[in-house]
């Protein structure tokens, strides 16, 4: 991971290289040798970047490449930042200002000019010094051993090391015995560690499976390793079963000669079992794949792999995927024990600091079953050695030779990944242990830190989703929580994946965590997390702090004791690009921010600030201004002198009961938004004064993904249609009325934005906008307070990719049809406040991928939904505040409809009842009137979470 710092650099040197200011003779081609030379060597760190630990010479040369592109950085930054107060107000088509410009400009240029020739001598120096990289002609050839000399799993763990093998050791089996005669492929996969491959492996070699598959073959793949040798070994495998050496002409056939008489050879033969094991690329699989000819005979292909994406392309079609899950915690500390202590028996005094230690191992068995080895040989009596191993996870894991077969397993995915996303995964470090981290935070951040590569077609912030779909198929981060549309929203690295990752972290520099008072401080500071910080961290002597990005976690009250204004006056942070302050007690705007000119990405969110000042528009390279859940309710004229803003988040929630129409808060602006071309994100801004020329200037952001407008007037209905067709781009469009009676008048749309995903319209509605029913793209449709005498269902339930609904005071009916087929792709229906509503009938095949079905406050409503027994993969039914007629009849014991919920997992009915929710479980409901002796469970909500969107 030792390319980024130079690949930032290169970037820059680019912009320096075309940048009109005239620069000092000769520095043009000084800059223009550095870039070359910068290039050349990023090429072999990247080339050579899992050597650089084994080799001592290397590393220092590799800190030294690192230390001088960072020192051309600062130069740049420093020339750029000196240049900020001559650019504004300079009139570039002025002569006369040109030449002014130049002479004001004469210091910088030459401070610049000074700073790069010296850096140019260092460039030639290390240039000189470069160490001969052991093995660079034969790199793949080592990194090949390396792979095969730590080929996983199999070597680490055996069938008693994984817990629970039984129940996935016999779904496997079941998918190779099913009667399907067409050859199949089951692809397992997960995280490095799992036990992938001994699964596998204890499958393969079961006696019946090698009796029901009489030709079988164990092919072990590696990330480098050539198709012509995986052919010829597949060759010779297969011979072997016959006991039989394989015909000699294999020695000069090449590719296409060998698949030829592979495939031959199965096809001519009875069922067969192939496995491949450790499958690293697409191309591997499309290489092999061919050869293993469908004799219609029940064949199948196994293969491993800890990417879902092989996975799932592998078996498509005709196939299964199946996803070899993490330990649960009670099978974890079973394993833990039985490898720990001879007699499977915790220690009492040990067992709080055993399951923090097994907390970190987060149920990969791999890692138990190490850790475990480690601690097997530390005395029982002494605590402390316990409680060091707990707290230094990371140097244990470094330091410790039993630990280093575990430690090469799981870095095999780090090497492994392209240049583009080490960065990315190393700044997951950055935020607090086992913190859940919101996918467009990270997003955001990413590109404000310069790691997402511009793509043809696609926006930063699409490539940088790409990245993290990326790293989530190659199993180096978790889904934490999905949105009800499929999303992910929160992710996490794995606790032991992010020891390493954390150590190649500080390794190179990367990032500073600060957690303690008294920790080592590297040399040089460029990128700052200061989590729960007790003291002034920019108060170190011996530290260099040229800061690109702070963040700050759980400051709380200690702001008494750590100076923002302190923070942004010192002489380090100047230089900032990314300041993230979110949770911080602020009141109030700090001043000092405005003079962080680079600053490109800004979070306020969840603070009490209430004003933002004109003078925000120094912060001309800013890009995301975050106020989230803050004070703000109006922005100044000035925003829109930021012309490069791209995500304006501005608003909050003020919630007084579970459903109000008030309850979300956006924010007012006098200037001409229009001006903002760049922006992505706008939500929410408050239209109802001045709304007719806002709607006009809306129309002129035509790069907007994401729009939200609240105290939308009935008169501005035309305006903001036709500003909506422009929108060409448009994924998310939210609009709240004035008041809950405004009519909101958005009919008159000719051409919707062909990609909307997410609508949300709070407000009357006089008839259902029919362009709705042609965004084919929708997955989430939020209704509230339509008030609509036709059955909106008509228009929604031919949405191929609606995942969520939610209807809120919609309807004035008394019946809402499901008819057959529709709403294929469904997973989650919410009604509330339907007062007329009286029946509901579900047809057979209608909603049949629905998931969670919750009703609320329907007065009405009475009967049970009659075909509700045809929902099959229906999870879960909430009753909130519904009839008690309707939830007797689905009590289990004598409700008459209890038989069309029977298979349904859960069935609850909640009230809403001194402030606070009543939770009663229909499984063991009894008598409503003597609820107090059948109370399951209270809890208080402030809003269900359907709401929330």
């Known amino acids: 991971m030792a390319d980024s710092s130079v690949s930032f650099l290169l970037d820059k040197l680019s912009w320096l290289l075309q940048e009109e200011v005239i620069l000092q003779k000769g520095v043009r081609e000084d800059v223009q040798y550095i870039k070359d030379e910068l290039k050349r060597h990023n090429a072999i760190l990247t080339r050579d970047d899992a050597l650089e630990d084994k080799d001592p010479e290397l590393k220092v040369w590799v800190k030294r490449v690192r230390d001088i592109a960072q020192d051309m950085e600062d130069a740049i930054d420093e020339y750029n930042l000196r240049l900020v107060d001559h650019r504004q107000g300079n009139n570039k088509n002025s002569s006369f200002h040109k030449v002014a410009f130049d002479i004001k400009t004469m210091k910088p240029r030459h401070r610049i000019a000074s700073d790069i020739k010296k850096i140019k001598s260092k460039v030639e120096a290390i240039t000189q010094g470069r160490p001969m990289i052991s093995g660079v002609g034969s790199s793949s050839s080592q990194r090949r051993s390396s792979r095969l000399d730590s080929q996983g799993d199999a070597l680490l763990l055996d069938e ?13 089996c079941d998918l190779l015995f099913n009667d399907e005669p067409k050859r199949e492929v089951i692809s397992i996969y997960g995280m490095g560690g799992l036990g992938k491959t001994t699964l596998a492996k204890q499958v393969y070699d079961d006696p019946k499976v090698k009796k029901h598959f ?140 055993c399951r923090n230690i097994l907390k970190l191992c987060g149920g990969l068995p791999l890692a138990i079953v190490a850790i475990s080895g480690a601690l097997a040989t530390k005395e ?29 397993v799981i870095s095999l995915s780090l090497n492994e990944l392209p240049s583009y996303l080490k960065s990315c995964l190393m700044y997951l470090t950055i935020f607090p242990e086992f913190h859940a981290m919101e996918t467009w935070r990270l997003i955001r951040l990413w590109i404000a830190e310069g790691f997402v590569n511009g793509e043809d077609g696609k926006t930063l912030e699409e490539v940088a989703d790409s990245y ?50 008294d920790m080592v401080w590297p040399e040089r500071v460029r990128r700052l997390s200061v989590i729960n910080p007790s003291h002034n961290v920019l108060q170190q002597n011996t530290t260099t702090f040229h800061l690109r990005s702070l963040l700050m976690f759980g400051l709380s009250d200690l702001l008494n004791q750590f100076s923002l204004h302190e923070l942004c006056s010192s002489n380090g942070v100047q230089f900032l690009n990314v300041l993230d302050l979110q949770d911080a007690p602020l009141d109030d705007f700090p001043a000092e921010i405005v003079n962080l000119y680079l600053l490109k990405y800004l979070s306020l969110k969840n603070t009490k600030v209430k004003n933002i000042p004109g003078s925000i528009k120094r912060l001309q390279n800013l890009e995301t201004l975050d106020l989230k859940h803050t004070s703000v309710t109006e922005l100044p004229v000035e925003i829109a002198e930021l012309k490069r803003l791209r995500h304006l ?15 979300r808060h956006g924010f007012k602006v006098a200037a001409p938004i229009g001006n903002m071309l760049s922006l992505q994100k706008l939500c929410f801004i408050e239209v109802d004064q001045g709304s007719a020329a806002l709607m006009v200037e809306l129309g002129k952001l035509t790069q907007l993904r994401r729009l939200g407008i609240r105290k939308m007037r009935k008169e501005d209905g035309a305006a903001l249609c036709s500003s909506i067709e422009k929108m060409i781009h448009l994924r998310s469009l939210s609009i709240f009325a004035i008041e809950e009676d405004e009519v909101i008048d958005i009919h008159d749309i000719s051409n919707p934005p062909r990609y909307l995903q997410q609508l949300y319209l709070s407000g ?23 008030k609509l005498e036709e059955d909106p269902l008509v ?36 009604l509330d406040y339907l007062e007329g509503l009286k029946y509901m009938t579900i047809e057979e095949g209608a909603m049949q991928g629905l998931k969670k079905l919750v009703m609320q406050r329907c007065s009405s409503f009475k009967n049970v939904p009659v075909g509700i027994e045809h929902l099959a993969k229906l999870k879960a039914i909430e009753f909130f505040d519904m009839p008690d007629e309707l939830i007797m009849d689905l009590r289990p014991n004598g409700g008459k409809d209890f038989w069309r919920v029977q298979n349904v997992p859960t069935v609850y009915s909640t009230y809403w009842r001194n402030d606070g929710w009543d939770v009663y479980s229909l499984e063991t409901f009894g008598d409503i009137e003597s609820d107090v002796d059948h109370r399951i469970a209270m809890r208080t909500l402030q809003l269900p979470t359907l709401w929330k969107a």
């Open 160 to 172: 008693a090391d994984l817990v629970g093998i039984d129940q996935p050791k016999k779904q496997l």
């Open 214 to 353: 009489r030709i079988h073959a164990w092919v072990n793949l590696s990330q480098s390793i050539k198709m012509e040798e995986i052919l010829k070994d597949l060759v010779q495998k297969l011979h072997n079963v016959f006991g039989k050496p394989a015909p000699e002409s294999i020695g000069t056939m090449n590719n296409d000669d060998l698949k030829k008489f592979i495939q031959n050879f199965l096809q001519r033969s009875q069922k067969y079992l192939i496995v491949l094991d450790d499958v690293w690329h697409v191309k591997v699989w499309d290489g092999l794949n061919h050869a293993f000819p469908n004799n219609n005979r029940g064949s199948r292909v196994m293969l491993t792999t800890r990417k879902r994406d092989i996975a799932l392309y592998s078996c498509a079609g005709l196939g299964k995927d199946f996803h070899l899950e993490f330990l649960p915690e009670k099978e974890a500390w079973s394993l833990f024990c039985r490898k720990t202590f001879q007699d499977n028996s915790c220690p009492p005094h040990l067992e709080e600091v």
């Open 380 to 408: 029982r009596s002494n605590i402390e050695e316990w409680q060091i191993v707990c707290r230094s996870f990371g140097s244990e894991i470094e330091g410790n030779d039993k630990l280093e077969d575990m430690n090469k």
């Open 468 to 517: 993290l779909k990326e790293l989530l198929d190659r199993s180096l981060i978790q889904v934490v929580e999905k949105t009800s549309d499929g999303r992910m929203k929160t992710c996490r690295m794995h606790g032991l994946l992010r020891e390493i990752v954390n150590s190649k972290s500080r390794d190179q520099n990367f990032a500073t965590i600060v957690k303690e008072q």
């Open 649 to 663: 988040l501005v608003y909050r929630y003020e919630i007084e009961s579970y459903a109000k129409f008030h309850s």
């Open 764 to 786: 009357r509605l006089e008839k259902f906008p029919q362009w709705i029913n042609s965004c084919k793209n929708l997955a989430r449709v939020f209704l509230k307070w339509s």
């Open 795 to 830: 228009y929604l339930q031919g949405l191929p990719n609606l995942r969520h609904l939610e209807l809120l005071q919609v309807y004035v009916g008394e019946m809402l049809h499901f008819n057959a087929k529709g709403f294929p792709s469904l997973k989650v229906l919410g």
